[in-house]
């Protein structure tokens, strides 16, 4: 089993940025994909980038350039750094888990961005 407790998020202007922590507990050594989430009212939960244990990254096109995922696998957390932020950049942001060989996936609770114009 694997908790996740995200925090960082909040509300800033058009242009600034953010950075979400994400720091997993319990089993972290059996975790092998971590990543963040977003879901904007009304909309799809929708992939924002992802990290693999051995540090391959991948984001969706909407925010390459502006946001950097990391990642600390002995103390089981992940961070987003955003940057560059527009408005429809607000959503709530999950943090995501998932096992060695995809078996078991965890979330977070959201944490929520909200990026005024």
């Known amino acids: 089993q694997v908790q996740l407790v995200e925090s960082g998020g909040g509300l800033v202007q058009a242009g600034g940025s953010l950075r979400l922590s994400c720091a997993a507990s319990?089993?972290?050594?059996?975790?092998?994909?971590m990543g963040w989430y977003r879901q904007a009212p009304g909309k799809q939960r929708e992939l924002v980038a992802v990290?693999?244990?051995?540090?391959?990254?991948n984001y969706a096109d909407s925010v390459k350039g502006r946001f950097t995922i990391s990642r600390d696998n002995a103390k089981g957390t992940v961070r987003l750094q955003m940057n560059s932020l527009k408005p429809e950049d607000t959503a709530v942001y999950y943090c995501?888990?998932?096992?060695?060989?995809?078996?078991?996936?965890?979330w977070g609770q959201g944490t929520q961005v909200t990026v005024s114009s």
């Open positions: 995501k888990c998932t096992s060695f060989g995809g078996r078991s996936e965890y």
């Open positions: 319990g089993s972290i050594s059996s975790i092998y994909l």
């Open positions: 990290i693999t244990s051995g540090g391959a990254t």
